[in-house]
């Protein structure tokens, strides 16, 4: 929210400003089902670059946009899992405890946050890196950031191996 932007709150102890902070919002596709069931439905979620798990808990709103589309509309008694963009952590099965036009309450006990190993190594060359791009490894041109080839990899190894096979050509060989 804009004003959530701009908005400083005070910290009573020393008397100094600091801006709040901003929590990304979750766009629709980024839900996807599992399955339906006739009591609940299951749900996975990836979350946005930035995203923070107290996020989850603490701003209700950052659901809006699934709640926006009926197809993705989260419901009272749905299960989600929710994965973070790296992938360090995810809270596997939580309860949607509240869902509204705007809001998803998740009852989130402390048990369901599962610690990963991050995504964030990176490689890269005097023309191309190659980052975690949310769902994979991909490969981007360095000068202006735009991802070369349309696929993502497991790892970095697969990824370094398609961006030399298909972007560094090898030069004919002379008799």
Avoid at 13 to 35: D, F, H, N, Y
Avoid at 44 to 66: C, E, H, S, Y
Avoid at 114 to 130: G, M, P, V
Avoid at 131 to 142: E, I, L, N, P, T
Wanted: with cysteine.
């Amino acid at each position: 929210m804009a004003k959530q932007q701009l908005e400083k709150a005070t910290n009573g102890s020393a008397g100094a400003e600091v801006e709040a902070r901003e929590a990304p919002i979750i766009k629709s596709g980024a839900l996807s089902w599992q399955s339906e069931g006739y009591s609940w439905r299951e749900a996975f979620v990836r979350l946005p670059a930035g995203m923070i798990f107290q996020d989850l808990q603490d701003v209700p709103t950052i659901w809006k946009n699934v709640q926006a589309t009926r197809q993705t509309a989260l419901q009272r008694f749905d299960r989600v899992t929710c994965v973070s963009f790296d992938e360090s952590w995810l809270v596997k099965d939580v309860l949607v405890a509240d869902a509204g036009p705007q809001h998803v309450v998740l009852a989130i006990r402390p048990g369901d946050l599962i610690r990963l190993t991050s995504k964030s190594a990176e490689f890269q060359d005097e023309r191309h890196r190659i980052r975690w791009a949310g769902s994979g490894f991909a490969v981007f041109r360095r000068s202006d950031d735009i991802q070369m080839i349309p696929t993502y990899f497991a790892n970095i190894d697969a990824a370094k191996s398609e961006m030399y096979r298909l972007l560094y050509p090898v030069a004919a060989k002379q008799p």
